[in-house]
């Protein structure tokens, strides 16, 4: 029975992604795009990052000075998507059952039960993520990874799709903790806001003034057609030179002098993944070296630590890592035969 159970739902899912076209594919992100476009002014480049990340069934963290709009760019995605979403605003008090639930004993009928956290939602928004403490922190980690959350012993599997989008300051801001490394893997993505040009900050002072952009991002799409659009970008090819490369990328910083800590498999294995949809958004069927490279920083930056003889050299933690990513991008060979 089980089999049978299994078997039906994948033909399901297949079906369902079946019924996506490449012109369907392309009006529906586009429009994804242009809602939040709407808030984030000037940003293409965080947009599609955030975008991306959506659709490679990953977790984006995005770290930046206050005020930027890091979290004006998490609520726009999620209000994108006719889904449920949750707001954590993570403080220094913040408990790890405040994330992910508690049991609370019932008198009427003489037997715990499980109340919800707020983990669990298709889209968390976690907010200054960094200011909580390691443990609390740390209790996304099973969410992010596997989808359930585990209490007193018990499993509870959260909403498909699951997507955490954290915003985080830079550590060198007051009240902040570093994320653990395991939690850093967890993301697929991290991404910068930087501060917008002149003329897209004189735009937000004439059009903010008097109403809130968030109010006129309308959904585009349900949580059916996020769940058909993820299995419809995991068919684009990807041909055995693009894995050796995203590899050999991989096993470099790992034998880098300069680096204490390289890609783990998990940031090859996501590196490939958002490659895909880099490639679908581009109207390829088929991943090419370039979208390999052009993800490069963005899904292995912040899961890499330099060596203290690195900083000390002269560049610091982010601006070390990106300097060698991009050394890396330069030295390692690019395979000719890349797609069919």
């Given at each position: 029975m089980t089999q049978t159970t299994t078997s039906d739902r994948a033909t399901a899912e297949t079906s369902e992604a079946a019924d996506i076209s490449a012109e369907q594919f392309a009006d529906l992100t586009g429009r994804i795009i242009t809602q939040v476009s709407r808030v984030i002014d000037g940003k293409p480049e965080a947009v599609r990052s955030a975008l991306v990340v959506l659709l490679a069934n990953g977790h984006l963290l995005i770290e930046d000075v206050p005020?930027?709009?890091?979290?004006?760019?998490?609520?726009?995605?999620?209000?994108?998507?006719?889904?449920?979403?949750?707001?954590?605003?993570?403080?220094?008090?913040?408990?790890?059952?405040?994330?992910?639930?508690?049991?609370?004993?019932?008198?009427?009928?003489r037997e715990f039960e499980f109340k919800q956290g707020a983990v669990f939602a298709n889209i968390v928004i976690a907010d200054e993520i960094n200011r909580s403490s390691p443990k609390?922190?740390?209790?996304?980690?099973?969410?992010m990874e596997e989808g359930q959350v585990t209490v007193d012993g018990r499993t509870h599997p959260l909403p498909d799709p699951f997507l955490v989008v954290a915003t985080q300051n830079p550590l060198e801001m007051e009240g902040t903790y570093a994320l653990p490394e395991a939690q850093r893997d967890r993301f697929m993505m991290r991404i910068s806001m930087g501060y917008p040009d002149a003329a897209a900050e004189?735009?937000?002072?004439?059009?903010?003034?008097?109403?809130?952009?968030?109010?006129a991002v309308e959904p585009v799409l349900d949580v059916a057609r996020v769940r058909a659009l993820i299995r419809w970008v995991r068919r684009v090819?990807?041909?055995?030179?693009?894995?050796?490369?995203?590899?050999?990328?991989?096993?470099?910083?790992?034998?880098?002098?300069?680096?204490?800590?390289?890609?783990?498999?998990?940031a090859t294995l996501q590196l490939v993944r958002a490659a895909k949809v880099w490639a679908a958004l581009g109207g390829r069927a088929f991943v090419i070296p370039d979208d390999i490279s052009a993800l490069l920083v963005a899904?292995?930056?912040?899961?890499?630590?330099p060596t203290r003889a690195t900083n000390v050299r002269g560049r610091s933690g982010g601006d070390a890592v990106t300097a060698i990513l991009?050394?890396?991008?330069?030295?390692?060979?690019?395979?000719?035969?890349?797609?069919?």
């Open positions: 005020g930027v709009g890091k979290t004006m760019l998490a609520r726009a995605m999620a209000a994108t998507v006719d889904a449920t979403v949750r707001r954590i605003q993570f403080t220094p008090d913040l408990l790890p059952g405040d994330v992910t639930g508690v049991s609370v004993f019932n008198p009427v009928e609390t922190q740390s209790a996304l980690l099973e969410a004189a735009q937000m002072l004439r059009e903010r003034d008097t109403a809130n952009p968030l109010d090819h990807v041909s055995p030179p693009i894995e050796q490369y995203a590899v050999a990328l991989a096993q470099a910083t790992r034998a880098h002098p300069d680096l204490r800590l390289g890609a783990s498999p998990r899904v292995f930056a912040h899961r890499l630590i991009e050394r890396l991008i330069a030295t390692v060979p690019v395979p000719l035969a890349a797609h069919p």
